[in-house]
Structure formats: C-alpha cells, structure tokens
C-alpha cells in the first residue's frame, strides 16, 4: 500500500504502522480531509443558510483542520472534519449574534445550493422548517450519508441522542411532506 492508495485517516494510520513513507503533510492532509469539501459546505449552507457564510465557515475550518491536523487520531477524518465545520458554524453564528433558528431562516428566503423540480423544492422547504437539531441529523445522515456513529461523532451527542432526533425528524418531515402532497392541485 503507497500513500497515493490511501482514502481516509485510517489508511493514513496504517500506512504509518507499516513504514511507508508518508509524503508531505500537505498530501496527507488532501488525502484524509479535502475530499470532504462537499459535505463540510452542505452541512455549512443547511446551517446558515447563506453561500458567502457557508465557504468562509468551510475556509476557517479547512484552517482549524490543518492546525491541527497532526493531532487526528480518529479512524473516521469526515467525521472528525464535519465536527470541525459545525464547531466553526455555530462559533461564527453566535460571534455575530445571528445564529437563527430554521423557522426564522425558511422565511429569509435564500435559494438552496441545487434548485430543481417542485418535489425537491418542497424538500428543501420541509428541511428548512424543521427544528435546527433535526434538520442538522437529517442533512448528515441522508444528504452526507454519515452513519448514526459519525453523526454521534459530528454533534458531540451520544448515539442514542442522534437516533431519536432523527426519528422525529423523519416524522416531521414525512407529515409535512404528505400535508404539502394533499396541497398539491
């Protein structure tokens, strides 16, 4: 196994413990973070709700990561990167006083990141009226695909915490979806 095969951190671990040189630190450091610069600037655009917002927390926390990039002991680099994100997030939403919550944000208005059909703007619309705690476990767990581990990981909650906020994000998004559906001319 060669450096250049390696996908994630604990790739990069096991390259290590076997003796292959490493490259630099800023080939490791693409290899088991920037691949996940999609998800860290979805899970920032469902927070904010802002595109400018969302790239220059994504920016702080590409900063963060490689500050302390060396201290990555995690098997899992997305979720401890994502965890970065979300830490920059919510920081940088409560230095500026805005951090707000989804009901006041659907009513802002901004267009999400991939406009398309009607179904997929009434989704966006369901996600953006969910409770923040829920539409940020439904964002990891459906659009980033993170498992309930990861998730845990993300939002410093236990398993437990991540399974039950999903649950009833789920729900709520299922019933505001079939209310829109009985809408629908």
């Known amino acids: 196994m ?23 630190r800023k080939s490791r450091f693409e290899i088991a973070v920037m691949q996940h610069l ?37 098997a899992d680099a997305k979720a401890w990167f994502l965890a970065i994100v979300r830490t920059t997030v919510v920081d940088r939403l409560r230095a500026r006083k805005q951090y707000v919550e989804l009901s006041e944000a659907a009513a802002i208005g901004n267009t999400p990141p991939a406009s398309g ?41 236990p398993a437990g915490t991540v399974m039950s906020r999903l649950s009833r994000a789920r729900d709520a998004a299922h019933a505001a979806l079939t209310a829109a559906q009985e809408k629908k001319p």
């Open 2 to 24: 060669t450096l250049a095969h390696a996908t994630n951190a604990r790739n990069i671990m096991a390259a290590r413990e076997q003796g292959v040189p490493e490259g630099s």
């Open 117 to 157: 059909t009607s179904d997929v703007s009434r989704v966006h619309e369901v996600l953006a009226g969910l409770p923040h705690p829920w539409r940020e476990v439904l964002v990891l767990r459906e659009v980033e695909g993170l498992t309930y581990q990861q998730i845990s990981v993300v939002l410093g909650v």
């Open 38 to 74: 999609d998800a860290a600037h979805n899970l920032a655009w469902w927070m904010t709700r802002n595109d400018h917002d969302a790239a220059d927390a994504v920016q702080d926390a590409c900063l963060k990561a490689w500050r302390f990039f060396d201290d990555l002991r995690a």
